[in-house]
């Protein structure tokens, strides 16, 4: 039995929360699940959100009273396979939420994303509510979710929260499938060689947020009382916007001769359709939300992680 179950725990937010969910429950507080096989992951069992019997057996095994249900395709990888997007995403999800019912499980995480705007949204900020109408798969699977999260709340009771997290830079794990992977590979790439070919136009300014505070959101938001959960859907979250080219230019501080060339190919489109700006005014009068880190404050605590490795292998 676990107090804790994280499935899906194998991907960035999951691997990034471990430690700390750890630090919280203990290591046998902790179960964790994913598709691929994680053997190092405290508590760890291979399932397929999609196969109801492996996951019917893990919750009768953890009986969790916490569930973070992580387990999803991003943006771009939804966009070259959008059958595979809605099955993992949302009936991957429904299978989570009812078992969360069943087993009555106190509260349950679930990330929520800015790719539930659309063109028609407005841009500068995106505010909490407004039209939403997303023109990528992974939109309309993170729209649909959302609404999931209330319907859940409101026709049995389940405590699920969520944030519509921007793109997460960190070095802690890497990301996968996303199109706000650049503001990650770019780190590496400024290290290992000194030059990155961007797959997004230089001026494409999107939201994004360091990941030391994209997990304080979830933990604090997951502490928080039950009655200042207004947002049932899920909460706007901000933590800065930025360009590639204000991102290049940011790491240029730390790196001098670093260069940058722009190569846009179909992630473009994805990025187009989003805000550049969030406004988070609920999740910071509801649970008193508000970012540390600003762009160079990010560029500064990312090389300080990744220089040391790369210059311990050279
Ligand atoms: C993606 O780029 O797909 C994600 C997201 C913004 O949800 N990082």
Redesign the pocket.
């Known amino acids: 039995m676990a107090d804790t179950l994280i499935i899906g725990a194998g991907g960035q937010i999951g691997r990034e929360l471990i430690p700390l969910l750890e630090k919280r429950s203990g290591k046998d507080g902790l179960a964790t699940a994913d598709i691929n096989d994680c053997p190092e992951l405290p508590g760890f069992r291979k399932v397929d959100v999609l196969d109801r019997k492996a996951l019917f057996a893990l919750f009768e095994h953890e009986r969790p009273s916490v569930v973070y249900h992580l387990a999803a395709l991003?943006?771009?990888t939804s966009e070259q396979n959008p059958q595979k997007a809605w099955d993992v995403n949302m009936q991957g999800f429904l299978n989570v939420l009812e078992l969360c019912v069943s087993f009555e499980v106190k509260k349950v995480f679930w990330p929520g994303?800015?790719?539930v705007f659309g063109p028609t949204s407005p841009r500068n900020p995106a505010p909490q509510s407004c039209v939403l109408e997303p023109t990528s798969i992974?939109g309309i699977t993170k729209l649909a979710g959302e609404q999931l999260c209330a319907y859940y709340f409101r026709r049995y009771g389940l405590d699920v929260r969520s944030l519509r997290?921007?793109?997460?830079v960190g070095y802690g794990a890497p990301?996968g499938g996303?199109?706000?992977?650049y503001a990650v590979h770019i780190y590496y790439e400024a290290v290992q060689t000194g030059r990155y070919v961007s797959f997004l136009s230089e001026d494409t300014r999107l939201p994004m947020i360091y990941a030391p505070d994209a997990l304080r959101a979830t933990l604090e938001l997951m502490d928080a009382p039950a009655a200042s959960i207004r947002i049932r859907t899920s909460y706007n979250l901000a933590g800065m916007s930025f360009t590639p080219k204000e991102l290049a230019a940011s790491i240029r501080r730390k790196i001098p001769d670093f260069e940058i060339s722009y190569r846009p190919d179909f992630r473009q489109a994805i990025a187009d359709s989003w805000p550049q700006t969030i406004d988070d005014t609920p999740a910071r009068e509801d649970w008193g939300w508000k970012p540390e880190y600003d762009l160079d404050a990010m560029t500064d605590d990312m090389l300080g992680h990744i220089q040391p490795i790369y210059r311990l292998g050279s």
Request: charged residues 5%.
């Open positions: 991003l943006s771009a994303s800015i790719a992974y997290y921007p793109g997460i990301p996303g199109t706000t992977d």
